[in-house]
């Protein structure tokens, strides 16, 4: 496959030519793209900006985007019947999230090189940003869907992600630390929850830190938890991605006190059972002076009956 040349921006940004990497890519992808599309799927809107007529991978994202949830939905509607509906919509979030398909674009199919940017986003790092890394997924499965139709592309959806789906499937409290924190927090009695952001570096590289905090209650000073510091703290590029850091940390730190907290419980109550058991056995053990009457009287009874024989 051949794709035109496009001219060169300057020495500091080489333009990537996408049919350097394309027969790679279309392997791992399980289709071939007309160069057309291929160039389409690849180009970010600030190379749009500085190449007139050039269209971004946007329109194909949204196309993308909607053939990818289809996909996972029925794959998840079919491989696990005993789901409710709020089970498969928390994993199939996670599954199509940017956390999970940037790897994917990044590792597997290692479009970095092949991205279209436009100088600032050039020099910004965009080749290697999760957001545009995840549209760049998107977009390609749009582009798969447009020349192959749904079968291709649900079968590239299937190449790329199945392992990733099956992980989710499988995570437990990881699949939305978010959520896992607020649920155990309030099995533990405590309902106020709240995260602290910070925000520093330059405008272009910003860093968000969160602080996952509890409110103060009767429930945090049982458990012992200082409720003037936070619980876990995350740093990321992104709030949303420190957020969930921090809630991860905090979620570990609350579970380790709840399940301290159930084995101090159970241990109570072997103790009481024992010691319940060990006073109904005194109870019904004759006491000594009992048991000596007794005996003296089934000594008498005895003298009687042979007196009388």
């Known amino acids: 496959m051949h794709l035109p040349r496009m ?55 949204f196309l993308g985007d909607a053939v990818l949830e289809l996909v996972v939905t029925e794959t ?27 790897p994917i674009a990044r590792d597997y199919l290692h479009v970095g090189p092949m991205i279209l ?26 582009a798969v869907f447009i020349e192959h139709g749904i079968e291709a592309a649900r079968a590239t959806v299937h190449r790329l992600i199945d392992e990733t789906l099956e992980k989710v499937t499988h995570e437990g409290p990881a699949l939305d630390w978010k959520t ?22 330059p405008d272009y590289a910003q860093v968000f830190t969160a602080y996952a905090q509890l409110e103060p209650n009767a429930a945090s000073e049982a458990l012992g938890v200082d409720a003037t510091q936070p619980l876990g703290s995350g740093q990321s590029s992104t709030k949303r991605k420190a957020q969930l850091l921090a809630a991860e ?26 010691q319940t058991d060990e006073n109904a056995t005194h109870e019904k053990r004759p006491r000594c002076g009992q048991l000596a009457a007794q005996n003296r009287i089934a000594d008498t009874d005895a003298r009687v009956t042979a007196h009388i024989r």
């Not at 599309?37 to 749009?48: I, M």
């Not at 940390?249 to 024992?274: I, K, M, P, R, S």
Request: aromatic share 6%.
């Open 7 to 61: 001219k060169r921006m300057s020495k500091n940004h080489p333009t990537p030519r996408p049919n350097d990497h394309a027969a790679a890519l279309f392997e791992k992808l399980g289709s071939e793209l007309t160069p057309e599309h291929l160039v389409e799927a690849l180009t970010h809107r600030s190379f749009t900006h500085e190449h007139s007529g050039a269209p971004s991978y946007e329109r194909l994202e």
């Open 76 to 102: 998840l509607y079919a491989n696990h019947p005993h789901f409710s509906e709020g089970q498969m919509a928390k994993i199939r979030a996670k599954a199509v999230s940017e956390e999970c398909l940037a």
């Open 117 to 142: 940017l436009g100088h600032g986003e050039y020099d910004d790092g965009g080749n290697n940003k999760d957001s545009i890394l995840c549209d760049i997924f998107e977009s390609l499965v749009g």
């Open 180 to 201: 896992s924190l607020a649920k155990i927090a309030h099995e533990l009695g405590i309902n106020e929850l709240t995260y602290r952001m910070e925000v520093g570096g």
């Open 249 to 274: 940390v905090a979620w570990n730190t609350l579970h380790a006190l709840q399940t301290a907290q159930t084995q101090a419980d159970h241990t109570d109550h072997t103790e009481q059972a024992a």
